[in-house]
């Protein structure tokens, strides 16, 4: 008997929790753009930076030599 | 996959690429961005989609983006700024890929002074955070036209409070109500299982009040709108869908506080909260935007934000809207005459194809009057304002305001069957109260309630929304963008089509050449298009074009004479190339309304190019589609040069006006709607604006669907033209849908009526019933339409 209104309220709280979450990532507009993130995603992060510092690293390596 | 294709923008390369790298391009201006990326190790953005690259037609004006220079222009621009670092957005229209959002997100590799960049794809935006002591507002700009990623930055994005705040509460009410549903259901469900009313009285108690708590936020706030659209549609003496809607929602609620507040169990409160999700569901599907393209804009977002004036010989950046009557500006190459305005110094040659769709620029030389909204091609002039720009005759005609009412838009199909529907409830709740009055008053009302629980049209309501809504999905994915679902109603009313001529059934710059006169061999033609290729008169390059399959040579002389045409030698043979007065020695007739270029070797007069509209494809069979079933009309602002050529495909019931000005076109729509017809207008530039604005339907042709049209209520791919009459058919095959989707509903409706009449509703049967209806009635309907779109709306080609 308790037990299940502990239960009861367990689950409103959880579910409460996933209502805020949801309302908060709507009103923060991750609702507003449904396509862009879903190809961000998708890209690979060799970008120029990344690709400099591995030719440096490798330039170091051969004046360490 | 093409042999011969840019490897930047797909583009056929012909027969001289333009070669780096051993990599094909088939321009420089495709090359010049590969250099860029290549150079900056940005290579992969051909990778993620091959040839995503954008083509430029025209060179970039060096100076386009010399007015962000201007501090007062670049303090409105930026969304926001503190000290060093800058937030803006600019709209670029030709986002279009996953690439897009790739390189526009790494656009700190191209400038170390761009810190942040990221893509909305569905608007075609970008944010920019960027340092100012490093970049500045101008330099990123031209920066991103570099890139071919040309930011468009008009007029409107410069007012306060144009940048909208998007309506997110849709959402968050639908979170809510779903929320409460599943919550409310787990509380429902020991009572519909076996033994439920073994359930411990306590437990009710509980489970009860819980409901009870969870309902109070989806009865007051998820479900309001529908309190505030039925009484709306009261105030103007309307039925609407929304009255009965409200009534079921509010005798639900009452009912099933009332058992609670007995003790008596949870009565319906999982229906109402079902019934209320489900209702938003159905105006979150028919709520889809192209958030991209806008139906509503006005010369605002087509204008630019400043202008080039000259203060006593000096060159200054002025914002539009400081531009006052008799100040001295100076419009560029590709540049936009912002003010009705005459011309003082130079010559213009205005390309007019935005505003009323005319194939061919029009050359004005000093003294001559100007209409806001041309662009001018080939050298830059001078002009004298003559009218602010608020003031000028196009801007007037564009600024207006539609005069749809807001009642008008709640006398449609669905509110009309529901006006008898109420009333038909209503009778059927009060006899049913009445009759089982004797058996005392608590049953009377339980009645009562009940019918109008469970004959509140859930079902009736989805149909719409989902039906239209996938109307409207279908149609855009095939090119015919509507505004919101409410056109597809408005499309199937139409009774009279009125069509624009210039640029809405003929092509958009471009033009139909035809050579009469005496056979002239391949030589003289190639040596016709020698001549016209150092001509900059317009219709020069018209003939040049025309006869792109020759070769050309230099010609020995050539000299051009103003207003008459062209002469000069090739080969020992003397051409003119021109008028007919200056060709022939006699005048043209005067009836003749096309333009002709004349064209005579060593003074023998060979023939003439007669240069004509050309016509978009299937126009015959559209139009013969059409003159059936619709009372068809032509409206243009030429002469009647093509009367003939028009009667004919137009049919002899068709009426054809000419000499139309942009306020002419705009009365014949009300004289039209005055006689009580229901008028679809079918238009492309900002002529055609006042009449769009005005006609029961406003349908706008562009080539680029993202870039500017008038204000309109549905835009149409201009390839998608050719089928016109399909889409409008289709909306029939829709109204089919909706009704055969009311039997449905209304089936439910006697089975529900006939528990409710007979005291029997039990919380039991409106938790089957409802739902059942609701969700066969939205499957139907979306399925339906779906499968009726596969076989009668071509996806491409007909």
């Known amino acids: 008997m308790s037990a299940i209104i502990f239960l009861i309220i367990i689950g409103i709280i959880v579910a409460a929790g996933f209502l805020a979450a949801f309302i908060w990532a709507v009103r923060s507009g991750q609702y507003d753009d449904d396509y862009s993130p879903s190809v961000r995603m998708l890209f690979d992060n060799k970008t120029k930076v990344g690709e400099e510092q591995t030719k440096e690293k490798q330039n170091n390596n051969i004046d360490n030599q | 996959m093409n042999q011969n294709a840019c490897i930047h923008c797909g583009a056929d390369c012909g027969n001289s690429p333009v070669v780096w790298n051993e990599k094909m391009f088939c321009c420089h201006g495709c090359k010049a961005v590969y250099e860029i990326l290549h150079e900056k190790e940005l290579g992969q953005y051909y990778e993620i989609q091959p040839m995503s690259g954008i083509r430029i037609e025209t060179p970039q004006q060096l100076k386009k983006f010399e007015f962000l220079d ?92 144009k940048k909208p705040k998007i309506d997110r509460s849709l959402l968050i009410r639908i979170g809510i109500a779903s929320f409460s549903f599943l919550n409310i259901m787990m509380y429902s469900f020991p009572e519909y299982l076996p033994g439920g009313d073994l359930l411990e009285q306590e437990f009710k108690h509980i ?19 529908y309190y505030l659209s039925a009484w709306k549609g009261l105030r103007h003496k309307i039925i609407s869908i929304d009255l009965p809607i409200s009534l079921g929602i509010i005798a639900l609620f009452l009912q099933s506080s009332w058992e609670v507040f007995n003790g008596n169990g949870i009565g319906y409160m999982d229906s109402l909260a079902g019934l209320i999700f489900f209702l938003l569901i159905g105006k979150w599907y028919q709520g889809k935007t192209y ?109 207006q305001k539609s005069t749809k009412d807001e009642a008008s838009s709640l006398r449609n199909h669905v509110n009309n069957i529901s006006h008898y529907f109420t009333i038909v409830i209503l009778i059927i709740a009060f006899t049913s109260f009445f009759y089982w009055l004797g058996e005392g008053i608590s049953v009377a009302v339980y009645v009562f309630s009940s019918v109008l629980i469970i004959a509140c049209p859930c079902a009736l309501a989805l149909t719409v929304p989902f039906t239209f809504g996938s109307t409207m999905r279908v149609f855009g994915r095939r090119g015919f963008y509507l505004k919101k679902t409410d056109v597809v109603e408005q499309l199937y009313r139409t009774d009279t089509i009125v069509f624009d001529k210039t640029g809405t059934i003929t092509i958009n710059r471009e033009v139909d050449v035809e050579f009469y006169g005496e056979l002239i061999t391949s030589e003289e033609k190639s040596m016709i298009r020698s001549l016209v290729r150092h001509s900059s008169h317009p219709l020069s390059k018209t003939v040049y074009d025309h006869l792109n399959l020759f070769d050309t040579s230099e010609p020995q002389t050539f000299e051009e004479i103003p207003g008459m045409g062209i002469t000069g030698s090739i080969h020992g043979i003397r051409l003119n190339i021109g008028s007919r007065q200056f060709v022939a020695g006699t005048s043209d007739h005067s ?75 705009k009365e014949y729509i009300q004289k039209l709607k005055k006689q009580g017809k229901k008028v679809l207008m079918v238009g492309d530039g900002l002529n055609d604006a006042g009449a769009l604005l005005e006609s029961d339907t406003g349908v706008t042709i562009a080539d680029d669907v993202f870039s500017f049209s008038p204000a309109c209520d549905a ?55 409802m739902p059942a209806s609701s969700i066969s009635v939205v499957a139907f309907a979306t399925l339906s339409i779906n499968l009726i779109a596969k076989y009668k709306l071509p996806v491409s080609e007909r």
């Open chain 2, 715 to 769: 835009i149409m791919t201009s390839s998608r033209f050719e089928i016109i009459d399909r889409f409008i058919a289709f909306t029939r095959s829709s109204f089919h849908v909706i009704r055969v989707s009311f039997l449905i509903s209304l089936i439910y409706n006697v089975i529900g009526l006939s528990f409710a009449v007979a005291a029997l509703l039990s919380p039991l049967v409106a938790a089957i019933l």
């Open chain 2, 291 to 399: 958030q991209a393209l806008s139906f509503e804009r006005d010369y605002k977002s087509y204008f630019p934000v400043a202008v080039t004036q000259i203060i006593v010989g000096k060159e200054t950046i002025t914002p539009i809207k400081d531009l006052r009557k008799g100040d001295r500006i100076l419009i560029r190459n590709q540049e936009l005459i912002p003010a009705d305005a005459r011309i003082i110094k130079g010559k213009g040659n205005i390309d007019y194809s935005f505003v009323t769709g005319e194939a061919l620029p029009v050359p004005k030389s000093e003294g001559d009057f100007i209409y806001a909204g041309g662009r001018q091609i080939g050298s830059s002039f001078e002009l004298i304002v003559e009218k602010e720009v608020e003031q000028s005759y196009l801007t007037r005609l564009w600024d």
């Open chain 2, 591 to 665: 009836e003749i309304k096309e333009s002709r270029v004349y064209v005579s070797f060593n003074n023998e007069l060979k023939g003439y190019f007669a240069i004509g509209n050309a016509y978009r494809k299937g126009l015959q069979e559209v139009m013969t589609q059409l003159g059936g079933r619709y009372d068809l009309h032509l409206i243009s602002g030429d002469n009647e040069a093509e009367r003939e050529k028009l009667a004919v495909i137009f049919g002899k019931d068709a009426t054809l006006l000419f000499n139309q000005s942009p306020a002419d076109k």
């Open chain 2, 70 to 161: 201007n501090p007062e222009i670049a303090a409105k621009l930026p969304d926001f700024m503190d000290g060093n670092a800058t937030r803006v957005t600019f709209f670029i229209p030709t986002i279009h890929c996953a690439s897009c959002i790739w390189l526009l997100e790494h656009l700190n590799t191209l400038h170390p002074g761009i810190s942040f960049s990221d893509v909305n794809f569905p608007k075609k935006e970008v944010h920019i955070s960027f340092k100012n002591d490093q970049i500045t507002l101008r330099q990123l700009a031209e920066l991103l036209a570099a890139i071919h990623y040309v930011p468009e930055i008009t007029l409107d994005r410069l007012e306060p409070g």
């Open chain 2, 207 to 225: 489970f009860g009040w819980l409901s009870f708590l969870l309902i109070l936020p989806v009865v007051f706030y998820s479900a309001s709108d």
